[in-house]
C-alpha cells in the first residue's frame, strides 16, 4: 500500500444502523467503504421470496412517524420512499380469553380505553401513559434538529428504578392490566425485572402513539439507501470483514487494516454496527480496559424469535393488523429462556406487488432463546438444513404457531398456508453470533457499549448501543455520528435538510 494511500472511513455491518451511519458520513464528505459478511446488505431489513410473495425478516411494523422517525428519514432523504401506513393493534390475553382493539391515535385515546376496560385500575393507567410522554417530552436526543443536545440520554429518577417495580408500586388490582402495558417489552426483549422504566417508556411510547408498517418492508428502505449509497460514492463491500488491524498510533488510534479479501487500507475512523464481540476480538488485549472486559462480560442477548411465513388466500377477508398473541400474563416468564410461556407477534400486511395486485402474507413470531434450539437440537448442528432433530423441531413449533394463530384466527383455517419457517438459528445468518432480535440486554444500572471505544477512532452503534429496534438503531447511528463528526459539521448537515 502507498505510504499517502487517502484514508477510508470504514463502517462494518450494514443493518439499519451501518447503512444510516454510513450515508451521514458520506454526505458529510468522508470516503466511506461499507463492510458486510453477506452477501447482500441491509441485515435484519433483508426479505426474502417465497411463492412471488415477499416476507420481512426482522422488520414488521415501528413507530416514530410524526416525531424522530420522519425527520430521520428526511436529513438522509429517504422522506419519499418510505411510506408509512397505520396498523390496527389487537391484544389477545390467552390466561382470560380476552381480546382487546387498541385505538390509534393519541395516547391519551389509549389511556381512556384501557381504563374502561380496567375500571378498578384507570387512574394508574392514565398516569402510566402520562409518564410515558413525560419520560420522552424530557429525553432531548429524540430531536435530532438540536445539534447541542447531550448524545446519551440524560437520566432520569426514572432510570433507576425497573418497570417491575413501578407496576408493583401501583398495586394494580385486575390481572391484565400490567400486561397489557408492559406489552412492548416484546420489541426490546428486556423483561420487567431487569430494564429501567424510563428506557422501556421511551421505546414503547412511539410505537404506542404510531404503530406502522412501511409499504414493501425492508425492501423500501434498502433501495433506498442503495440509491444514496452510490449516490454519495459509499464504495460496499459484501463477502467481506476486517480480519485485523494492524498498526496502531501512540494515542490507541487504528491507522491501518487487514480485510478478510487479504486487501490493506488506510483508516480514518471505524465504525462497528455489529455484535460487540466482533470488535473485542479485533482490539488488542492492553487496550480493552479491565473495567470494558466487566462491563461486557456482564452483559446478555436478547431473545430471538421462532418465525412462520404463509400466503393467505385472495378471496380471505383479511385486514393489515399486529395482533400480540400472550401466553401468560407473566412477562418476565415470557421472556425466560427454556420457560413454556410465550408471546407471539402475528402480522396480516396486504402489499400491491409489481403487476398492482393485492397479495395478502401472514408472519407470526413467537420469541425464543437460541440456547432453546439448541437444548433441543443438539449445540452443534452443522448442516442444520438436513439435521432431522432440527426438521422435527421446526414441524413441531409451526404446528403449535398455527394452533394459536387458529385460535384468534379461526377463518384463516384452510386459506393460510405456510411456506416457511425461521428458528433463532436462521437469525444468526442476519445477526451474528446468536441471532439475538434486539441486540444485548438494557439491564438496569449498566451502561450500554455505545459511541467512541478504547481503540480511539473506533465507535460502537447498531441495536447493542442505545436502543433497539429499526427506531433505536438510526437514531443511535446520528448520535454516534454527531459524537464522530463533532457539533459543527452535525449542524451543517441539518441545516441542509431540515
Ligand atoms: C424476527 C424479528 C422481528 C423483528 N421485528 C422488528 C420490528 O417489527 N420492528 C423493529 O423496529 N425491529 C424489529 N426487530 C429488531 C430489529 O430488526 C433490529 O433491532 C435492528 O434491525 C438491528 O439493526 P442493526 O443494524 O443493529 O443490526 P443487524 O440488522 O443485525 O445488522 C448487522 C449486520 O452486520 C453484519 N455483520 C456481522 N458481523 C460482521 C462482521 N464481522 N463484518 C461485517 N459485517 C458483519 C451482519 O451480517 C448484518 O448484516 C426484529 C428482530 C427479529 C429477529
Not at 389511556?111 to 429525553?139: C, G, H, K, M
Not at 437520566?155 to 412492548?184: A, C, K, N, W
Not at 400480540?324 to 396486504?350: E, F, H, K, W
Amino acid at each position: 500500500m502507498p505510504a499517502t494511500a487517502p484514508k477510508e472511513t470504514l463502517v462494518v455491518g450494514s443493518g439499519a444502523a451501518g447503512l444510516t451511519v454510513a450515508l451521514l458520513l458520506a454526505k458529510a464528505g468522508r470516503r466511506v467503504t461499507l463492510l458486510e459478511t453477506q452477501s447482500g446488505i441491509g441485515g435484519y431489513l433483508r426479505r426474502f421470496t417465497r411463492n412471488g410473495l415477499r416476507f420481512d425478516t426482522g422488520f414488521h411494523f415501528t413507530g416514530g412517524f410524526g416525531d424522530t422517525l420522519s425527520q430521520i428519514l428526511t436529513i438522509l432523504g429517504l422522506e419519499n420512499d418510505i411510506k408509512a401506513e397505520p396498523l390496527r393493534s389487537r391484544i389477545y390475553l390467552q390466561e382470560t380469553g380476552r381480546m382487546l382493539t387498541l385505538p390509534g391515535g393519541s395516547l391519551e385515546e389509549r389511556a381512556e380505553y384501557l381504563a374502561a376496560v380496567f375500571p378498578e385500575d384507570a387512574s394508574a393507567i392514565r398516569n402510566y401513559f402520562q409518564l410515558e410522554q413525560d419520560i420522552v417530552a424530557s429525553t432531548p436526543l429524540f430531536d435530532l434538529s438540536n445539534a447541542d443536545q447531550p448524545i446519551a440520554p440524560q437520566l432520569s429518577l426514572y432510570d433507576s428504578i425497573t418497570l417491575q417495580e413501578y407496576f408493583q408500586q401501583q398495586r394494580f388490582s385486575s390481572p391484565g392490566v400490567e400486561t397489557v402495558l408492559g406489552m412492548m417489552v416484546f420489541c426490546h426483549g428486556t423483561p420487567p425485572s431487569e430494564i429501567p422504566l424510563a428506557q422501556h417508556c421511551r421505546i414503547s411510547c412511539g410505537l404506542h402513539q404510531h404503530l406502522s408498517r412501511v409499504e414493501h418492508g425492508g425492501d423500501a428502505f434498502i433501495r433506498a439507501f442503495k440509491r444514496e449509497l452510490e449516490r454519495y460514492q459509499v464504495k460496499t463491500r459484501t463477502g467481506t470483514s476486517i480480519a485485523k488491524m494492524l498498526r496502531f498510533s501512540s494515542d490507541c488510534q487504528c491507522q491501518e487494516v487487514l480485510l478478510s479479501n487479504a486487501e490493506t487500507l488506510a483508516v480514518e475512523d471505524i465504525f462497528f454496527a455489529v455484535h460487540p464481540e466482533v470488535y473485542l476480538q479485533l482490539f488488542p488485549a492492553e487496550m480493552l480496559s479491565p473495567s470494558l472486559r466487566r462491563r461486557y462480560g456482564k452483559s446478555q442477548d436478547t431473545c430471538s424469535f421462532f418465525s412462520i411465513y404463509a400466503a393467505l388466500d385472495d378471496e380471505l377477508a383479511a385486514e393489515p393488523e399486529l395482533l400480540q398473541y400472550i401466553s401468560c400474563n407473566d412477562l418476565n416468564r415470557l421472556l425466560s429462556p427454556g420457560d413454556s410461556a410465550y408471546g407471539t407477534g402475528m402480522v396480516t400486511n396486504l402489499e400491491t406487488d409489481h403487476r398492482g395486485r393485492v397479495r395478502k402474507t401472514f408472519t407470526a413470531f413467537r420469541n425464543m432463546h437460541l440456547s432453546e434450539v439448541t437444548a433441543q437440537c443438539g449445540p452443534e448442528l452443522g448442516s442444520y438444513s438436513s439435521n432431522p432433530r432440527y426438521l422435527e423441531f421446526k414441524r413441531r413449533i409451526s404446528e403449535q404457531v398455527y394452533q394459536d394463530v387458529l385460535k384468534v384466527y379461526p377463518h384463516y383455517d384452510r386459506h393460510l398456508h405456510i411456506l416457511a419457517s425461521a428458528t433463532p438459528y436462521t437469525c444468526r445468518r442476519y445477526s451474528p453470533p446468536r441471532g439475538s432480535a434486539y441486540g444485548l440486554k438494557i439491564k438496569i444500572a449498566e451502561s450500554r457499549l455505545s459511541g467512541q471505544l478504547p481503540v480511539r477512532n473506533c465507535y460502537a452503534l447498531g441495536h447493542h448501543a442505545i436502543m433497539p429496534g429499526i427506531l433505536g438503531t438510526m437514531l443511535g447511528a446520528f448520535l454516534t455520528f454527531r459524537q464522530a463528526v463533532g457539533a459543527e459539521a452535525y449542524r451543517a448537515l441539518i441545516r441542509q435538510a431540515l
